[in-house]
């Protein structure tokens, strides 16, 4: 079936956006095409905002509407600590634990030769920065447990080690209500490792 010019445009849009394929962006095409005007223009108002306002911290480099995102600036959190992640949406899942009181540090990014993406293409120089310039006791690194997360898991380590400050890397492992059958080798080792006593 030939598309009228529109919406093979729209549709080769929602194709470029990550995890949509061309069938899901067929779909999205033909709803946005059945939806309200008021509905799509409210959509599109939405992006262009998001465009607009959003930016990264000046500190820590998550998403803000000011200089300084809400969790910088939030005097109630532990300053000593630093969890380094890879993008913004980390924080978001890091959150959801309450667990965690730290602060953050987002590298915009993993090292992965293949895609061309070093060590100087990270926001590195600032988090040493920031290590040298506050009383920071322990960075935390959560990248993803991928190669790229784990290639830039122990570049950290290694530039961290004479800043003096205790480097750790968060434990992976077994899901909760998963099986061990089902667990892939690398699973089950990292949380062999990762064990501890109760």
């Not at 949509?20 to 946005?32: D, N, S």
């Not at 008021?38 to 599109?44: D, G, N, P």
């Not at 077994?174 to 501890?196: C, F, I, K, M, N």
Request: net charge positive.
């Amino acid at each position: 079936m030939n598309l009228v010019p529109s919406m093979a445009k729209l549709i080769n849009r929602f194709n470029r956006l990550p995890t949509i394929g061309p069938k899901t962006a067929q779909r999205l095409a033909f709803y946005v095409l059945k939806a309200p005007k008021e509905e799509i223009s409210s959509l599109a108002a939405a992006l262009l905002e998001v465009k607009e306002r959003v930016t990264h911290c000046a500190i820590c480099n998550n998403i803000t509407e000011k200089e300084i995102c809400p969790v910088c600036e939030d005097s109630r959190r532990d300053k000593s600590l630093i969890c380094v992640v890879e993008q913004p949406q980390d924080i978001i899942a890091i959150e959801r634990t309450r667990e965690y009181k730290g602060h953050y540090h987002v590298l915009l990014g993993a090292i992965s030769p293949l895609d061309g993406v070093g060590p100087e293409d990270l926001a590195i120089k600032s988090l040493i920065k920031r290590i040298k310039e506050k009383e920071v006791k322990e960075v935390i690194i959560a990248t993803n447990p991928n190669i790229e997360g784990e290639a830039t898991a122990l570049y950290l380590t290694k530039i961290l080690k004479p800043e003096g400050v205790k480097t750790t890397r968060i434990a992976f492992g077994l899901p909760v209500g998963g099986d061990l059958e089902y667990a892939d080798e690398v699973t089950l080792a990292r949380a062999l490792e990762g064990r501890r006593q109760f």
